[in-house]
T-cell receptor, first 112, second 113 residues
Framework: AQSVTQLGSHVSVSEGALVLLRCNYS??????LFWYVQYPNQGLQLLLK??????LVKGINGFEAEFKKSETSFHLTKPSAHMSDAAEYFC??????????FGDGTTLTVKP | ETGVTQSPTHLIKTRGQQVTLRCSSQ?????VSWYQQALGQGPQFIFQ???????GRGNFPPRFSGLQFPNYSSELNVNALELDDSALYLC????????????FGPGTRLTVT
């Protein structure tokens, strides 16, 4: 079985501040982990992925995430938030044949 | 290279009716996955098709069915619609049997009244 827990359904930061979105996972097989972003009325866009190579993964738009096996975590960070980062963010795990499991999402608000 | 496209964009149906949603995969991709995203929730895996065969299914009843065509486009069919079927239906395409890197379409917003 596999599952994803995103801690904090809403995160609010000031423009220029650090962004930290938390994700913990469980998987019965070595996981592949993903972060997606979703803007209103749009589909999901892949931000970054972990596929058992480097544990620190860099993605688009200045985001990065670190895979920590001991903590079963894959938190998403960005050093300096921009207004355009305001969106819904989803963490997902893929380890079982043909199936990706998503968390419930975190809404990021960026205050000017 | 064209991305994943879905049709229609929006759809309103009545409880008990049937609906067909369509998805064209990204060029070069032979795998299509379907997800249901209810309001305020993450996408839930419905099923995946790889080379025209079902390659995994989530916890959805049999009234959710699908097809994949030789050009790798796909359809999602839902029979006997219920109010709880109202959601954004997302299609994602990828290359290969495991969904390591999926590219999502914009979705079809289904409203059941």
């Amino acid at each position: 079985a596999q599952s994803v827990t995103q801690l904090g359904s809403h995160v609010s930061v000031s423009e220029g501040a650090l962004v930290l979105l938390r994700c913990n996972y469980s998987s019965s097989v070595p996981p592949y982990l993903f972060w997606y972003v979703q803007y209103p009325n749009q589909g999901l866009q892949l931000l970054l992925k972990y596929t058992s190579a480097a544990t620190l993964v860099k993605g688009i738009n200045g985001f990065e995430a670190e895979f920590k096996k001991s903590e079963t975590s894959f938190h998403l960070t960005k050093p300096s938030a921009h207004m355009s980062d305001a969106a819904e963010y989803f963490c997902a795990v893929s380890g079982e044949k043909g199936k990706s499991t998503f968390g419930d999402g975190t809404t990021l608000t960026v205050k000017p | 290279e064209t991305g994943v496209t879905q049709s229609p964009t929006h759809l309103i149906k009545t409880r008990g009716q049937q609906v067909t949603l369509r998805c064209s995969s990204q060029s070069g991709h032979n795998t299509v996955s379907w997800y249901q995203q209810a309001l305020g929730q993450g996408p839930q895996f419905i099923f995946q098709y790889y080379r025209e065969e079902e390659n995994g299914r989530g916890n959805f009843p049999p009234r959710f069915s699908g097809l994949q065509f030789p050009n790798y486009s796909s359809e999602l069919n839902v029979n006997a619609l219920e109010l709880d079927d109202s959601a954004l239906y997302l299609c994602a395409s990828s290359s290969g049997q495991r969904s390591y890197e999926q590219y999502f379409g914009p979705g079809t917003r289904l409203t059941v009244t």
